[in-house]
Each structure stands twice: as C-alpha cells, then as structure tokens.
C-alpha cells in the first residue's frame, strides 16, 4: 500500500510540483511593487531580514520546493522497487537487477547533490524558509533511503 502512495506521487508530483512554481511566481508578480528590502534598522538587519512580500514568495517557494522533494523520494524508491530494493512493505520486489548494484548509492549522491545545490540557490537569493526546507527534507531522505535493505547488502 505504502508503494501505492510513492507511485500516485510520481505520477502526479510534478504537476503539483509545477502549479507550486506556478503559485511562487504568481505571489512574486503581484508583490512587485512592494519593497523588497526594508527601509530602517542596520544594513545587515535590512539584508538578512525580509519584507512581508519577499516571505510571502518566500513560503510559496519552500511548498513548491518541497513538493519536488517529494516527487524526486518517490521517483527514486518506485524506480528502485523493481528489483533492487527487497524491503517487506514494498511487495515482491522482483527479479534482481544486475545493473542495480550502484543504484543506492548514486541516488543517495542526487539527493545530497540537490539538497546542496537548491539550499545555497535560495540562500543566495536570502529564501532563508526555502534552504531551510532543502537542508531538512533532502538530506533526511538520502539518509532514509541509504538505509534501505537492497539485494546487493
């Protein structure tokens, strides 16, 4: 039942992955007029410390992110049910792959990868929620995924 769930995921999170971007850029378009940085305090505080408009994109953006986490976890145990990975709530896991023996780690290296690249793309862009959201569900989720049992462990 729990594989069920990451299938539907794959195939329907990227729709909702692209009407989160969808909903990110919309915020970011009426919130154009309104300032972006803030007009008093220190010039640090001013910098690190974000309007009401730019936390608004700001959290449109970090729900759009996570819903891609959520896609990319669910496209990488769904393709590594099928003969790779053999945990018991995943089904029959079918006939071993015998290509399969790097799928685990490489993927546990996208997910790091991702995690890293996406969090210092929205810090640079002082999306402090967003790299926030990268840093914890990414991470976790190669972790997760790193421990599961395989043919090849």
Request: with cysteine.
């Amino acid at each position: 039942m729990v594989i069920l769930f990451f299938g539907l995921f794959l195939l329907t999170g990227w729709a909702m992955t692209l009407a989160g971007l969808g909903y990110a850029s919309s915020v970011l378009w009426r919130s154009r007029r309104q300032p972006w940085l803030r007009d008093h305090g220190h010039r640090l505080a001013r910098l690190l410390l974000p309007t009401s408009a730019y936390l608004r994109f700001d959290r449109a953006l970090a729900v759009a992110v996570l819903l891609a986490d959520l896609w990319l976890v669910s496209g990488v145990v769904v393709f590594g049910a099928d003969g790779i990975f053999t945990e018991e709530w995943m089904g029959y896991p079918g006939m071993m792959d015998p290509d399969g023996q790097g799928y685990q780690a490489a993927a546990v290296g996208l997910l790091l990868t991702a995690a890293w690249t996406s969090a210092c793309a929205a810090a640079l862009g002082r999306c402090w929620t967003t790299a926030v959201v990268q840093l914890s569900v990414l991470p976790l989720s190669a972790l997760w995924i790193g421990s599961l049992d395989t043919y090849y462990t």
